[in-house]
């Protein structure tokens, strides 16, 4: 089955095919490093990772490029507060980031550039667009005329008659749409007004630590939008194949992308532009600025890795999502779920009656048809929701293989274990068998092994009916136990 993806650009969901047939380039709009990283970012995150993960399960060598904003306004606001400089600040929020994606079992991209490092890129494109018509400088900064490029407005649905009609050009823009490529001098106490704390320095001396560049038009800055074009043809090329961001950069940002990169170029700059919709939470995204935030941290903290990779997959990119008790609640019983099947076919795989000979055509057409599932799930726009579902019929199918034999048939439970580690490990980054929340089985095991001793020694000092009651607490829990010659056995059940 071909991958087919929702193209922002067409506004269709159509088949994927990349201008190399063996490898993908990939770019994702990374973060303006000025806050702690929190679950709306990580949603982000989270899901190009599983879509670089499943482009190389199809054979693709992907060149996965994640930039770093850390020249930013809002950045010069937190100084005094997380560093005494705005290139302090950023150094300590890109090693939050780092630190957060480390967290997240998140592949690492080819390269995570950063602005302050391609400011000579930067400074180089904005000179092809000021020659080539497409760019005008007034005093030292440089705008983008929106006017000179046909297309303006494409991928957004925008207009350049509507955006005029929005307002008049004020300042030194000759057209409300047009955008600063460059911006003269530094930053001002008015520029950061809105973004400062209580604890940040004030205004005048925190902008006197802002970086700036020399360039052909003066000290300054570069602007927002011109970064990415910059940073992507850098490390990948004047042509990608996938562009993804969140769906809130549609406009300005990617428009404005667009327009600078084939203006300077003439090529397309991105074939496929794919947006992740926003998290939710309590009717409102979730966002540094409106102060409804769960960090990434604090989550991973409290929930483990793989509860909040359940939960952020648990919707597909394009799909709304929502942050909420009810919705943690579901992923970690989700994730045990799927670990204890996981962990219940490790051991059932390994268990003396395990044999060669032995088949089971239910079990087997079970596995095959998860594999299906899932193949079709994530080349149904990367659908992670209904690729994990996959995983959790195939578990259910496993548990009541397991129940209800005494002999298993080991190739089946070899594919199935395979399965878990193919699909649910190596493409949505779960890590079966490793415990750390909510599933830990192997704990458990420790845990049982001791009740169990702790009946035994009663049995043995004659106290049967505490023996009996620590049988009965442990079966209530989904454990069940066997006498045997050899002294007790036991199976965990299914929590699901």
Request: hydrophobic letters at 35%; one cysteine or more.
């Amino acid at each position: 089955m071909t991958l087919r993806v929702t193209n922002t650009l067409t506004g269709e969901t159509e088949p994927f095919e990349p201008r190399d047939p063996d490898s993908v380039l990939l770019y994702y709009c990374g973060l303006t490093t000025s806050d702690p990283p929190h679950l709306g970012h990580a949603r982000g995150w989270v899901h190009v990772d599983v879509m670089c993960r499943w482009l190389e399960w199809l054979g693709y060598d992907v060149r996965h490029v994640e930039n770093f904003t850390d020249v930013n306004e809002k950045i010069v606001a937190r100084v005094g507060e997380d560093g005494e400089s705005e290139a302090d600040v950023a150094r300590h929020y890109v090693r939050q980031v780092i630190e957060d994606m480390r967290s997240l079992n998140l592949s690492r991209a080819e390269v995570y550039p950063r602005v302050s490092e391609h400011v000579p890129e930067i400074i180089g494109l904005v000179e092809r667009l000021v020659e080539s018509g497409h760019a005008y400088e007034v005093n030292g900064s440089v705008y983008f005329d929106v006017t000179s490029f046909d297309d303006y407005g494409a991928l957004s649905g925008q207009s350049v008659e509507d955006l005029e009609s929005q307002g008049e050009a004020t300042g030194e823009k000759r057209h409300p749409a047009d955008f600063a490529l460059w911006k003269a001098g530094g930053v001002a106490p008015e520029d950061i007004a809105d973004h400062q704390h209580p604890e940040a320095a004030p205004a005048d001396e925190a902008c006197e630590t802002a970086q700036t560049w020399e360039s052909p038009w003066g000290e300054g800055r570069p602007g927002w939008h011109i970064e990415c074009s910059a940073m992507s043809m850098t490390h990948l090329d004047e042509t990608i194949d996938i562009h993804v961001g969140g769906q809130d950069l549609v406009f300005p940002h990617h428009e404005n992308e667009v327009a600078q990169s084939e203006a300077a170029t003439g090529q397309r700059f991105a074939d496929y532009w794919l947006h992740v919709r926003l998290l939710e939470t309590k009717g409102e995204k979730m966002s540094s600025s409106l102060g409804n935030f769960f960090t990434v941290s604090e989550a991973v903290e409290e929930f483990g890795p793989d509860v909040l990779r359940t939960f952020l997959l648990s919707t597909a990119y394009t799909s709304r999502a929502t942050y909420s008790e009810a919705t943690i609640a579901e992923a970690r019983e989700r994730w045990d779920r799927l670990n204890r099947g996981y962990e219940r076919a490790v051991a059932a795989c390994d268990d003396v009656d395990a044999y060669a000979t032995v088949t089971h055509d239910g079990l087997r057409e079970a596995v095959a048809e998860a594999r299906e599932a899932f193949e079709a799930a994530m080349n149904d726009d990367f659908n992670t929701r209904e690729a994990t579902t996959a995983l959790l019929d195939l578990t259910g199918e496993l548990n009541a293989y397991v129940d209800d034999r005494e002999e298993y048939d080991y190739v089946a439970l070899r594919r199935a274990v395979e399965t878990f580690e193919e699909f649910g490990g190596g493409v949505l980054g779960l890590s079966f068998g490793d415990g750390g929340d909510g599933g830990d089985v192997a704990l458990a095991g420790d845990l049982v092994e001791l009740v169990l001793q702790a009946r035994e020694d009663e049995r043995a000092a004659g106290n049967y009916e505490r023996a009996d009651e620590l049988r009965d607490e442990l079966e209530a829990l989904g454990v069940e136990v066997q006498d045997t010659d050899d002294g007790p056995t036991y199976r965990l059940g299914d929590s699901g």
